[in-house]
């Protein structure tokens, strides 16, 4: 769409669906005058796939590789909010070592999400070798959860009541091999990326979140935590085995993109803690509830379960009237509220600036979409 | 042989020639260098690049000219069609007449002039004029967009390129390129300057648009910048006079600072294309390790920073030489 | 002045770090695989298709076409037809169908058979030229399985097998019926005897 208004000067230009950076299929309207954005506006909605409707057609057993696929990036979590959800509805207690599975391999999860995260913001601002550091980084962690769960991307591994599979030696010993190796890879991502003056120049400064930004919109996640805000769902209101680990809260001072990214990168090295403490405190025991219904029918109630995800608070609403099949599953994804805010962020920037803020909101599109 | 050799020694006859060789030195500097690119930036990431054609992927860049010549050449209903169809030609001939006063070793050269260092200096200019043929002919917003901020990139760093070539010119006393080599006999100008050398340096990986200076071409913000409406062989013509104006930036570097064909056991020849590639792998380095600089940044580097440190560089070696 | 001059050293150092990163990543070796010149060895739990286990004692698979793993799936795309032939004590599939071009590998219908009868198989190399080439028929893919290690393949029964083995199957319900029947008057008429 391209209409030349000659008494205000602005014209209008379309970061188009499809987008040579990694985020998924949005849309941004842009209206711009000369170099800099008057008005930004996100259109959502290329990547609608039906995930609350399917979910009022299937039993609850059958919804459970949806979940996989809302977000992709961080499955695992996803996994885990819906089964503790149900757990809840049904009333099963997890045993402890299952707890603990889940904790370890959602958060191996969480820093495959990360560094993907990091690989694609830089090839978004024009470096490209980072993304391939990233990426060997991360096929490591996938070769180990794919010798435990099966899958590389799209988990289904967690069910009610536990999870499928026992660890064994080997993936215990290699995870705790890629801790250590990447302990010493943060040394070269700082060198290459965070002490590059180029970054530097292009990411302070840029992308002002305030605290009262972060309660209208209803931000989650790195956003808050970037902008000094320490909520993190693990230790406001914890769940499965949070409590027993000993982890901090990153947060940054300012709210500008180099504080998110700052965030991130130092909740990775919190996850390899949290790793760490739990591969060595692992109890032994069943890895599955021993009443778990075949049928699940849930007494007619309703439930909401809140987890952190890589990009924020994920929290799964079900509706339950008795019925082997759900009567709603609402799904409160974290990209949407984080997204809403661009408008308001990208008034008065360069074309440059929103593509490195838009990135540093790591918004995943499938999961807004749905 | 006696008769090239007659030949030679006439003036049109050594022009003939030295044409015809460069051509051949152009096309071969291309594909060599595509495939170096490719080769470098695959190691850099871990990965091997190509391999399945020749000897470790040694003839795929033929190939990717051959896929290329194939291809349909598209020209867009509205544009300026004489300055369309120009442009891709004006890019390329003034890299192409350069390459008379570039001296390859010390009985290579086509035609030693005594303002050589002046004429590699005004034709490189010219390209910026082609850049703008190319993104106004296009009629295309985003094309003019990118055209527009590279003629604003390559004018603020000739000024810097400009002033710390002056300071070698200084020392020398001449433009003559044979002559800037013949007085680096007993030691390198890089060794005396080195700051004159990082900052041609950086000046000249802006000038050949290539990362972390590369908005004008590869605009992943929003599209390919004033070359998006191009296809097929006159987009080949753009890539190949970007390789080959990193050829010509690399020999001047050479030439000025890096003691031209000077060197111990190997011919002159050797040591000067040896000299050459090295600092192309240099700017191929820059290109796979950085981000992108944003474009307001980028002018302000230039006038805030460069061209401050250049005058610097000049009045030091201006009181150096005084004393 | 000095901050001036401090900013253009400590940025100029920054680029020098980072340059030394990508020459030091440079000499290393190289992380990718050459496939398909080199393969990699799958992981031991890497979930290929749903496939029929070969059981090593029966020499043949342990469906017994109940249809749980059709009506868990949540694509709705397994289809199980089986059928009790005369002289064995449990249902037998005759017809496996899996369209595994919807399939999600969520592997609920491996967990929820009753007789273990599925795991994943390690097969990656899915290559096709049309969609019905994803649609994995069972039985015929296990007989090539059985063939490869030696074993006799077992034979998928045709239309008038079926046929004839449910007629014998209703033959035989309803000889059962009278005999139950006769039975039931048997042990009615010497109660009334009794009785009287």
């Not at chain 2, 896929?67 to 192409?96: C, H, N, Q, S």
Request: aromatic share 10%; proline share 5%; glycine share 6%.
């Amino acid at each position: 769409m391209i209409e030349l208004d000659i008494e205000e000067k602005t014209y209008h230009l379309n970061l188009g669906p499809q987008h040579p950076s990694t985020h998924g299929v949005l849309r941004v309207l842009l209206e711009m005058q000369g170099e800099y954005i008057t008005k930004a506006e996100p259109v959502i909605g290329y990547g609608h796939r039906g995930h609350e409707h399917m979910a009022e057609n299937r039993n609850y057993h059958q919804f459970l590789p949806n979940m996989g696929r809302v977000d992709y990036l961080h499955a695992l979590a996803y996994n885990q909010g819906y089964c503790m959800a149900v757990e809840k509805l049904l009333g099963i207690t997890v045993p402890e070592r299952a707890e603990y599975l889940r904790v370890i391999l959602s958060e191996f999860n969480r820093i495959a999400s990360h560094l993907l995260w990091v690989g694609a913001y830089l090839l978004d601002l024009g470096a490209f070798t980072p993304i391939l550091y990233c990426f060997d980084d991360r096929e490591n962690i996938l070769d180990l959860l794919d010798r435990i769960t099966g899958s590389r991307l799209t988990y289904c591994f967690y069910r009610f009541g536990g999870v499928t599979k026992d660890l064994d030696d080997e993936f215990i010993a290699g995870s705790r091999a890629f801790i250590k190796r990447l302990r010493g890879r943060f040394k070269d991502y700082d060198n290459l990326v965070t002490k590059n003056v180029i970054f530097i120049n292009r990411a302070r400064g840029v992308g002002f979140i305030s605290k009262e930004q972060c309660l209208l919109y209803g931000l989650t996640g790195p956003m808050v935590r970037g902008s000094g805000i320490p909520y993190d769902i693990r230790k406001s209101e914890p769940y499965s085995a949070y409590p027993a680990f000993d982890f901090e809260i990153p947060i940054g001072d300012t709210g500008d993109v180099m504080d998110r990214y700052l965030v991130r990168l130092r909740e990775m090295g919190q996850s390899l803690r949290i790793i760490e403490q739990a591969l060595d405190k692992l109890p032994n025991g069943p890895i599955m509830a021993e009443k778990v219904p075949k049928r699940v029918k849930p007494a007619e109630s309703e439930v909401y379960q809140a987890v952190e995800t890589a990009r924020g608070e994920f929290g799964i609403y079900i509706v339950s009237q008795g019925d082997v099949k759900p009567y709603r599953i609402k799904l409160r994804v974290p990209s949407f509220g984080n997204l809403s805010v661009l408008p308001e962020l990208a008034v008065d920037t360069l074309v440059a600036d929103l593509v490195a803020i838009l990135g540093s909101m790591d918004v995943v599109i499938p999961e807004i979409d749905r | 042989m006696e008769l090239l050799a007659q030949y030679l020694g006439t003036e049109v006859g050594r022009l003939i020639v030295g044409l015809i060789g460069v051509m051949a030195l152009v096309a071969v500097n291309a594909l060599f260098l595509i495939w170096m690119e490719r080769k470098v930036s695959a190691h850099m990431q871990l990965r091997l690049g190509p391999m399945e054609v020749g000897w470790h992927g040694f003839i795929q860049t033929v190939c990717d000219a051959l896929k290329l010549m194939g291809k349909e050449l598209i020209t867009p209903e509205e544009v300026d069609r004489p300055v369309y169809l120009l442009a891709p030609i004006v890019v390329f001939l003034p890299v192409f007449l350069v390459f008379l006063v570039v001296p390859f070793s010390s009985s290579i050269i086509i035609k030693d002039m005594n303002v050589g260092l002046l004429l590699i200096l005004a034709f490189s200019t010219i390209a910026v004029l082609a850049i703008l043929m190319a993104g106004w002919s296009s009629n295309n917003k985003y094309s003019v967009l990118g055209a527009i901020r590279s003629v604003a990139q390559n004018v603020a760093y000739e000024i810097p390129l400009l002033i710390t070539v002056m300071s070698i010119v200084l020392t020398v006393g001449s433009f003559r390129l044979t002559d800037i080599v013949a007085a680096q006999t007993s030691y390198w100008f890089v060794l005396t300057q080195p700051l004159a050398f990082i900052l041609y340096i950086v000046c000249a990986t802006a000038e050949t648009n290539r990362s972390p200076f590369d908005l004008p071409e590869a605009e992943s913000e929003l599209v390919a910048g004033f070359h998006t409406e191009y296809s097929g062989m006159r987009f080949a013509m753009f890539f190949l006079a970007e390789y080959t104006n990193m050829f010509i930036v690399s020999a001047v570097a050479s030439v000025l600072f890096l003691g031209g064909w000077h060197g111990p056991l190997l011919p002159g020849l050797i040591w000067f294309l040896l000299k050459v590639y090295a600092i192309i792998f240099l700017m191929m380095w820059f290109r796979w390790t950085f981000p992108r600089v944003r474009f307001d940044q980028l002018i302000s580097f230039a006038w805030k920073i460069l061209i401050p440190l250049s005058f610097a560089n000049l009045l030091i070696t201006a009181l150096v030489l005084k004393l | 002045m000095m901050t001036y001059f401090k900013e253009i050293v400590s940025g100029f150092w920054s680029l020098l770090a980072g340059m030394a990163v990508t020459i030091r990543y440079f000499v290393k070796p190289v992380v990718t695989v050459q496939y398909p010149r080199k393969k990699i060895q799958m992981s031991p739990a890497y979930r290929g298709y749903p496939q029929l286990i070969l059981d090593p004692e029966t020499k043949t698979h342990r469906c017994i076409a109940c249809e749980m793993c059709a009506r868990m799936c949540p694509s709705q795309l397994i289809t199980v037809d089986g059928a009790k032939f005369p002289g064995e004590k449990q249902k037998r599939a005759t017809k496996y169908i899996h369209e595994h071009q919807y399939c999600s590998l969520c592997g609920l219908c491996t967990e929820v058979c009753p007789t273990s009868a599925l795991e994943y198989s390690k097969e990656y190399r899915l290559v096709g030229f049309r969609r019905e080439d994803s649609v994995l028929d069972h039985l015929i893919l296990l007989q090539k399985r059985q063939k490869a290690v030696g074993l006799p393949p077992t034979p998928i029964p045709t239309a008038e097998e079926i046929a004839a083995a449910a007629a014998a199957e209703a033959k035989e319900k309803e000889a059962k019926a009278k005999a139950a029947a006769a039975a039931a008057a048997k042990k009615a008429a010497p109660a009334k005897e009794v009785k009287e």
